[in-house]
């Protein structure tokens, strides 16, 4: 080893001890005769002096070393004048006997430090740099540690993780593929699987019984905000059991990974069908970390001359406790907030309820004191709330309202970092109707099966059906999804076919799927969870990509190492492939 | 849950307990009024009993049920009048009350058994019901847990998991990659990594200095048998190490994965050079479980008048030790061996050294007792030994009498199962001269760094210079290989003009790097492992598809998916592409 220690291990028991370290240079300062040196490494910093009186040599030398030079320095361990307590080392120092530069470094584009000056792109293209500093580097060992905790546990309680190919077949149903040319088979093409849905469902038939992975998954669909095209999954299956197995056995994990890594206990986790979910909260994964549930509104309000309520659909508001002294300025603003395009309401209406127990409205010109009054009764305000209130039709006003809600439990610093409040959603609908392509698709994917009571209706009202499927979401972001699965040929032969797909195209894409249902499938489960992001919300952080190494900036793009890019006609040509105009 | 135990919890202990069981219908047999049926999981498999005269109606429902079924059965443990030894549920059996089928199957298209009918096409077409038999099953279950062994060693010596991106640049040099076409980035691709080997080393520049990643790897190659485009490395690399580290570490995880998972204490992992090995084994991956070692022979076998000899560069044999006794059909059969067009040697030259210290040889009327005796010498060769003996251009009859030596010792029994010989071959050359290109490629890698004192050679004599490069061998199988890398831009340039490639080239190509290289790059080097090979040599095994879930074949497809396969029209036409005729 060309050091000793580390530059986070050497403490006051270590004074008189002859060291070799070897890092970064973080920083240095003259003072008097002396020069000091930060030193960095993975694990800390160290201090080393320089005695300008002692060796003026070596001093010289250590003078010319720049910013992020790697260099090896062997000298005494001391007790420091001065002690640091922020760090761990900061009761000692190194008096320096000999220096050795093991590599310079160029003057880096942005600094390292906590809190760099780089923008997004820069830091993207020298992210071998960026990576340096304490936040990112910190993550990535946070991701680390989670990794390790998951699979201790899932091995734990019996799961096996199993690897599943990543050159499989594509399944055009869902989202884009990514496609890789076969070389060897000229003409077809191989797809990066965007789940290991199919296979963890086959080692089910296989009678593995308890799968896990930790995996590597890919979608190409046009990229969002903190979307990656290539994203890491804590995928999951287990055989003989009903959805009660699988939220209690996860609700297991999820325990085990507050306990292990953030030192939360948490006690249980809450449940909510998605049907309360999208009355409550107007979302299918509520923050609920805040109350501010919803109150439908219609029978109080739709027997007046506002023409607007009555011609709604529905009526709905919530209450926001002690916020009736918010001026009239702010009312405004949250009025503009709601008729924002992206959130794209037409008003938004408020009930001051007033200390002395009248009420101040918007539309106290429509509504008398008495109907307010009840109004208030109905929402469960008080002297000194305020109510706001909007309408519409259901699915819209419910998205609109959910927006008002979030950005006041914002406002209100009701999203508290450091809280955690997991939840299911459960009972999700099979299906989900599209309008503008007129079909149904499916609203977790086409394995889920239908609840077993509501499989006749799959023939008569398939909008109707309900699936074993839920969600797991805390603070208001979907970290996992699962589902009991169809496990008889014909079941999924009739999903597919409510899907719209004829029976030669789910042949040929899932028949070796229901061709294994044939040969004793067990009725299976499971769940997947997107490992970005539980490591980006469990450090209260909305962005996967500090939590990814190597992470594609929006355009599906590594700046870094300038990919996707070019590739020689030689390639091209092996492929036997060519681009059209 | 639908079950209450597996099929391998239950025992003596149980009886008279009401329990509730599922799996899959292994066997079932009528005897008398009874029907015995062996009900199979992933644990083990317990005897189910129907007693036609307890409950004919449920007995008939039993007798109906076929192989592979899946069946739900809830009944009382019972002692068992004859008991089986073989299996740990063997003590008891269950007398059922009710049972449910919960899914039919077919007849599997081949046996269900340790031992299958089924060949291999036909086995990986219907994966999914191979993967149910006890010895593919095995092995998976062995994976899993090397896998948690090797993540639980390397976590505890600091080494932290980073996940590195799958979609990256091509890099040509090298083996071929798999490419991705880009849709959002049209006529551009990105590749598959043949190794996260840029991304590690730019993590050592970024500073994590113990990283390590178990990592799906791509190989655009056409396919050798036992080769899959698909593998599994487990990857590493430390910074601020010599080689002397790396393989003290490296030896402590191979250490620890012995006593783990196979109970076995390896002492020390021997040691040899690459130039001793070829000398002495004719191989860079000698199966050293048995010796055999050559012995060259030019000084002892060309001064007399055999022309073969004379006119040959290298003359050496070995010695099958006790072998004396060897007929002559036998004998043929070894020069039958090596004239094989796979080996393609000239003949094979035999001395026997007879009880009566005579020598009997092939060519002996070319030589005297005396040069005969003079050979038995230096072979250390005593009365009852045999000598083999080739000769020609020395790479050529190392590589021929290698094989000769391995197909001895298998013949000799001396590759024994169940025993393993860990071997590190050090001191690689750099480069490799290939004759047909005439050019130099990298022996390992163009990462490899060239030995200190080797590096004045680089201008003068490319092809002598050594590289602190190491494989890891466990008999005769390369398990890892790896090195100290370049650190310098500079070095790093020089080594991409030996090879071959212009300075734009190696910019388009490894800019990124060698501009990481200017920032601050630490002395590092790492190692690699074959995760699918160490499956499978530690269950002496010659072949990764039996430790591969989902398996490609030979062809490069999968014939249960049946991918590759051809994509819609409007896949190829978001992606621009079309086919060159």
């Known amino acids: 080893m060309l050091r000793t220690h580390t530059c986070e291990e050497l403490n006051i028991s270590n004074v008189n001890q002859k060291v070799t370290l070897c890092g970064w240079l973080q920083k240095n300062r003259k003072l008097g005769g002396m020069l000091f040196v930060d030193l960095r490494d993975r694990y800390g910093i160290t201090q080393l002096v320089f005695n300008n009186e002692r060796n003026s040599e070596l001093c010289e030398i250590a003078e010319s070393l720049g910013r992020e030079w790697v260099i090896q320095a062997t000298g005494t361990v001391a007790e420091r004048y001065s002690k640091n307590k922020n760090i761990t080392t900061g009761d000692i120092e190194i008096i320096v006997d000999a220096v050795t530069v093991l590599n310079r470094s160029e003057i880096p584009p942005f600094t390292i430090e906590d809190e760099s000056d780089g923008g997004d792109e820069l830091r993207l293209k020298y992210r071998y740099l960026d990576l340096r500093r304490n936040p990112v580097k910190n993550n990535l060992i946070f991701r680390h540690n989670l990794s390790i905790e998951i699979r201790n546990y899932m091995n734990g309680i019996g799961f096996l993780e199993i690897e599943t190919p990543f050159l499989i077949k594509s399944t055009p149903e869902g989202a884009r593929d990514f496609l890789v040319p076969s070389r060897m088979n000229p003409c077809e093409f191989y797809a990066l699987p965007q789940s290991p849905q199919t296979f963890k469902q086959l080692l089910m038939i296989s009678g593995y019984d308890r799968y896990f992975q930790i995996v590597r998954c890919f979608r190409d669909e046009d990229l969002r905000a903190d979307r990656q095209p290539e994203f890491t999954q804590i995928d999951c299956e287990m055989s003989f059991v009903e959805q009660e197995d699988i939220l209690q056995t996860f609700e297991g994990l999820i325990k085990h990974i507050f306990h292990k890594v953030k030192g939360i206990d948490i006690e249980s986790i809450s449940r909510i069908t998605f049907e309360d979910a999208m009355r409550l909260y107007g979302s299918d994964k509520p923050d609920t970390r805040f109350g501010m549930s919803f109150v439908e509104l219609n029978d109080k309000l739709q027997h007046r001359a506002f023409s607007v309520f009555n011609n709604s659909e529905l009526v709905v508001g919530f209450v926001a406790k002690g916020c009736a002294h918010y001026s009239r300025k702010q009312l405004d603003a949250f009025t503009d907030f709601v008729k924002r395009p992206q959130i794209g309401a037409g ?235």
């Open 347 to 581: 008003g938004l209406v408020y009930i001051i309820c007033n200390e002395d127990s009248t009420f101040k409205s918007s539309v106290e010109k429509f509504y008398s004191q008495e109907d307010l009054a009840s109004v208030a009764e109905k929402c469960n305000a008080f002297a000194g709330d305020l109510i706001l209130i909007m309408s519409g039709e259901t699915k819209k006003v419910r998205k609109q309202l959910c927006e008002l809600r979030l950005e006041m439990g914002k406002q209100l610093g009701l999203c508290r970092a450091g809280e955690y409040k997991p939840l299911w959603v459960i009972d999700f609908p099979l299906l989900e109707w599209d309008d503008e392509t007129q079909r149904f698709y499916a609203k977790h994917h086409p394995f889920t099966a239908p609840k077993p009571e509501h499989l006749a209706l799959m023939d008569t009202r398939p909008g109707a059906v309900l699936a074993n499927a839920y969600d797991l979401v805390i603070n208001g972001t979907e970290i996992g999804g699962g589902s009991i699965r169809i496990y008889s040929k014909e079941l999924q032969q009739k999903m597919f076919s409510v899907l719209g797909l004829s029976t030669e195209e789910a042949h040929n894409q899932f028949g070796f799927l229901m061709n294994a249902f044939q040969y004793g499938c067990p009725p299976h489960g499971g769940i997947a969870f997107g490992f970005d992001r539980l490591c980006a919300i469990l450090n209260d952080s909305d962005s996967i990509r500090d939590f990814i190494a190597f992470p594609k900036n929006n355009s599906g793009r590594d700046p870094m190492l300038d990919a996707p890019a070019t590739i020689n006609p030689a390639q091209l040509k092996e492929l036997g492939i060519s681009f059209k105009n």
